[in-house]
């Protein structure tokens, strides 16, 4: 619904808006929180000995040495 306003007149925020913060905080509050626990993974990882190849890998669980490759859109 597209309503024309008065010079100076402030447009209302959607009933929705606040809901649709709180979950966009709450989603990057989650992003946060699993990049921490990623990081944390790969330093674990790194002070036993792992090296940074390997410990990236388990760290983001895209697989072990050895594994196959990775393909994105066809490639490797």
């Known amino acids: 619904m597209l309503r024309i ?3 100076g007149q402030m447009p209302t925020l959607p009933a929705l808006w606040p809901g649709r913060s709180v979950r966009t905080l709450a989603t990057a509050f989650a992003a946060v ?9 790969y330093q674990r ?8 190849d ?16 990775i393909h994105f859109a066809g490639r490797i």
């Open 54 to 69: 390997a410990a990236i890998r388990d760290a983001f669980g895209i697989g072990s040495v050895g594994s196959r490759p």
């Open 33 to 41: 929180r699993e990049g921490l626990a990623t990081s944390r993974r």
């Open 5 to 7: 306003m008065a010079f």
């Open 45 to 52: 990882l790194r002070s036993h000995g792992i090296g940074h």
